[in-house]
């Protein structure tokens, strides 16, 4: 089991959960984060005073998948999620020890 | 004693005791979150502290009998002697009450938009001490010269309408000498001041321009066609400087911006409030477009001149009310009222200087004062919270509780 974790531009969140659930992906998670990259941050204005804002808004997606999916869950994920444009984000791929649906007790395959 | 008068000064009075919440919203969003309740309480406890100031003996100073044109006497000390009967020389057919309940809201906002200038700093009990003696040493010495009977400034033949000078110049002008005394907010040009609560902002704009209404045509003290003209040509220099103001930023900085409306928006009230009832409607649109530009310049000067105003209450309402003061001894015009006086260009170059003459003055009093004022209550018991409590917030730090909760 891998876990495939991706931060991506807010507005493409739509597309990558789409392109994730047609291949099958049952379940993940979303969070609101704000971080900084090669991006970096952004200008705001506020009556005529600039400010650099250092984090910029992002979506962090997490979700659990069997080995053999990553490839092709990778692949969805940058093709939805990409615009060209610098701060379209990143993909990291960890191991997973154990899934336990707390419900019934499943463990592995069967909890994800 | 007329009855539609006095309903239109009641309900007035009600519509201006409503911008001074509005201002805690107009300035509470503009703060950081953890500020949000302690710049809205120094609004809001204004209402309080101010009202028991004017009924004990804050409308006394400001409108009893005249003492050398300087100050009114401590004769009407608890409201004694104002009642339900009009008095002869204010509003004289309302209530004496009437006319009193309607400038104390004045009083208490005019004290409620210094608190912007300081804003993320003060310590609330020293807010508490400088509102009551600037209060009694600023505000009612210049209101009793502008609208007191026998008032110096009044005498000269100054042209105030709803409060130019004695509102927004006094306030504006006090602002400058506050944050010269109290200082930087700490990380002053590291950190980043962002407003966090933009809407929160529209909203209490939003409640000001409503409220402004009451402020102005009640000014007429009566429900007739001044207060007419006052209500149009506030609403027409609000909308115009709102314009003009976005159309400024949009130029200079890119785009347009909902802050700048809402600043925008209150430059031009500011402006046409010493002028609301002696200017027609062209007037007032010249007046507000300029208000706009005006303004929005104030406030990028504050940067170079390194002062920390933290809601530029020297920009726009010590500026606005400077060009409001001097565009009403341009623009007045006494086919807009009688009782008025004509201006520079319907030939009386002279109402400028006067007009001039009531700014400076305003401006040299409020300063001295103020200054003096905070000088004695730093000494007292100081005017800042420590630096921890500044990091953490005033919400915590003085008031034990959080505006936002999740």
Known sequence: ?112 | MNTGDTVFVLISAALVMLMTPGLALFYGGMVRSKNVLGTIMQSFVVLGIITLEWVLWGYSMSFGIDHGGIIGGLGWFGLKGVGMLPSPDYGSTIPHLAFMIFQCMFAIITVALITGAFAERMKFSAFLIFSLLWATFVYNPLCHWVWGVGGWIGGLGALDFAGGTVVHISSGISALAAVVIIGKRHGYGNTPYIPHNLPMTITGAALLWFGWFGFNAGSALACNGLAANAFVVTHISSAVASLSWIFTEWIHRGKPTTLGAASGAVAGLVAITPASGFVGPLSAVIIGALAGIICYGGILIKSRLGYDDSLDVVGIHGLGGTWGALATGLFACTAINPNGADGLFFGNPGQLWIQFVSVIATMIFAFVMTFVILKLVDLLIGLRVTNEEEMKGLDISLHDEAGYTY
Request: charged share 35%; net charge neutral; no cysteine.
């Open chain 1, 1 to 112: 089991m891998k876990k495939v974790e991706a931060i991506i531009k807010p507005f493409k969140l739509d597309d990558v959960k789409d392109g994730l659930s047609a291949l099958g992906i049952k379940g993940l998670t979303v969070t609101e984060v704000k971080g900084f990259g090669r991006q970096r941050g952004h200008r705001e204005v506020y009556r005529g005073a600039e400010y650099q804002v250092d984090f910029v808004s992002k979506i962090k997606i997490e979700v659990i998948m069997d080995d053999e999916m990553v490839p092709e869950a990778v692949k969805s994920i940058r093709d939805k999620a990409r615009t060209g444009e610098i701060g379209d984000g990143k993909v990291f791929i960890l191991p997973v020890e154990e899934a336990i649906r707390i419900r019934t007790g499943e463990t592995g395959k069967e909890a994800i």
